[in-house]
């Protein structure tokens, strides 16, 4: 290749460098800079060629004060002759300051050093990068260490390995001293097994974290409830490294709960001997004559059935099949091939189930002395269905006697019909009717459902 060629690619080759690029002489004066150099420094390159390099870039320390030429590493590497690097801070055209990387290596002719490449590149990308990695790192572990609910990072062996103030606060360790422990020797024995399971299950990969509610056990010997949340730091082979783990202590949570089921608990038999007490009254104080003490009877008897069935449940409300079987029950149930029950499997809250059950008794009941179970070849259809097969939150039911005696309707609404059709529409916030047709009674409702 002629000289010329290797000159000019030379020259292309430093001109389309990404790097700044400086060429100083044997006076330390600059002799030439590339684009990439205008660039860095804000100055084109007629402000820096024949002009010292260090007086124009490299002149004042960031504290502001006199860079002495002495002190300078990239002017250094000519009279020494050995190749300077490293990283530095550079005054920019405007007045501003900027990191960089260089490196300054001497030019070297018989032996003898003529002149300097400075090769630069700017460093403020990357320290911001930087910067802002320490600033999120400093954030994430204030934020771990002041955290209101206690956080660790468990290995796979159970033992603690990074705990924060918080959980050394619930356990009442110190922090050496709950690091040298595992989870398992501080779990209740009681709840061991099923936090075992899904630990296992986590650092197989089989589950990516698990929720628990479980109790530990305090350095007092006191036993605490935990809410426990965990989920798996996996390493670059995919396996998990240590498992994360929060825990929120709930033991006054559950305290309270419990204070709250024992005062439920003895309400509900308060209520329940009421109703027994009342029905008592009822019957010894009513003479047996009484007009309507028989159905009133009947009513309370009702709604003390109906009572049990939410007990049961804990008053969560019930099934209305449940609620059904057992309102028909006193009138043979399903059992006596008269009543015919169908439809899908519904929960009902408990006002609405008492309301529910209290309105099949005022049908049977008078079924029973007017309707199609008065004789003996009448039948009783009980169904119910939601409005919409995708629609689940509407519920129509339907009573529906036929085979009795001719109905027609009564001259006046007893207490049984308004029960029916005012008060339990209300309780169960929905519409209610009920039609006397000469082929029977129907009663239709239609309620809202959670």
Same mark, same amino acid.
Not at 134 to 161: C, M, P, Q, S, Y
Not at 253 to 281: P, S
Not at 308 to 319: E, I, K, M, T
């Given at each position: ?125 990357? !320290?911001?990068? @930087?910067?802002? =990695?320490?600033?999120?790192?400093? %954030? *994430?572990?204030? /934020? &771990? ?20 103030? !918080?959980?050394? @606060?619930?356990? =009442?360790?110190?922090?050496?001293? %709950? *690091?040298?422990? /595992? &989870? ?267």
């Amino acid at each position: 290749m002629h000289e010329h060629n290797i000159a000019a690619s030379f020259k292309a080759i430093c001109e389309n460098a990404t790097a700044a690029l400086f060429v100083i002489d044997a006076s330390q004066n600059c002799i030439y800079a590339n684009p990439a150099a205008e660039i860095l420094t804000g100055f084109n390159a007629s402000d820096l060629i024949g002009r010292r390099l260090h007086d124009v870039i490299h002149h004042t320390y960031p504290d502001g004060t006199n860079f002495p030429i002495a002190e300078c590493r990239l002017d250094r590497a000519l009279p020494t002759g050995v190749r300077e690097q490293g990283e530095d801070v550079f005054v920019h055209a405007d007045g501003s300051f900027y990191p960089v990387a260089y490196s300054a290596s001497p030019i070297v002719e018989d032996g003898e050093a003529v002149g300097t490449v400075v090769e630069v590149r700017g460093l403020a990308k990357k !320290k911001a990068i @930087e910067f802002e =990695r320490e600033r999120e790192k400093a %954030l *994430l572990a204030k /934020t &771990f260490d002041t955290a209101a609910v206690g956080i660790a990072h468990v290995g796979n062996d159970g033992r603690w390995l990074r705990i924060n103030g !918080k959980l050394c @606060e619930i356990f =009442r360790y110190d922090r050496e001293e %709950l *690091l040298s422990l /595992t &989870f398992q020797e501080i779990t209740h024995p009681d709840d061991l097994s099923d936090d075992l399971e899904l630990f296992e299950k986590l650092k197989s990969g089989a589950i990516g974290g698990y929720n628990l509610e479980k109790r530990y056990y305090r350095k007092d010997g006191s036993v605490i409830w935990a809410r426990l949340t965990t989920s798996s730091q996996k390493n670059a082979s995919g396996t998990m490294e240590f498992c994360i783990a929060v825990l929120e202590d709930i033991t006054s949570e559950k305290e309270h709960q419990q204070h709250l089921d024992i005062m439920a608990g003895e309400l509900q038999h308060r209520v329940k001997n009421t109703l027994a007490m009342v029905q008592a009254i009822a019957r010894m104080s009513l003479p047996e004559d009484t007009a309507g003490k028989d159905a009133f009877l009947s009513r309370i008897l009702a709604l003390s059935r109906s009572h049990d069935l939410l007990l049961a449940d804990n008053w969560s409300g019930s099934g209305i099949a449940d609620i059904v079987e057992q309102a028909i029950h006193p009138f043979g149930g399903t059992d006596s091939g008269r009543i015919n029950v169908s439809g899908p499997h519904c929960r009902l809250s408990s006002r609405t189930s008492l309301a529910l059950s209290m309105a099949i008794n005022e049908l049977g009941t008078n079924a029973m002395k007017y309707g199609a179970l008065s004789g003996d070849e009448g039948t009783v259809n009980i169904d119910w269905h939601f409005q919409s097969a995708d629609e689940k939150s509407h519920l129509e039911f339907m009573w529906q006697e036929t085979g009795g005696p001719e109905v027609s309707p009564p001259e006046r609404k007893g207490f049984g019909t308004t029960l029916i059709e005012r008060a339990l529409a209300s309780e169960m916030k929905g519409e209610t009717a009920v039609e006397y047709l000469p082929s029977g009674v129907t009663f239709k409702c239609s309620f809202p459902v959670d």
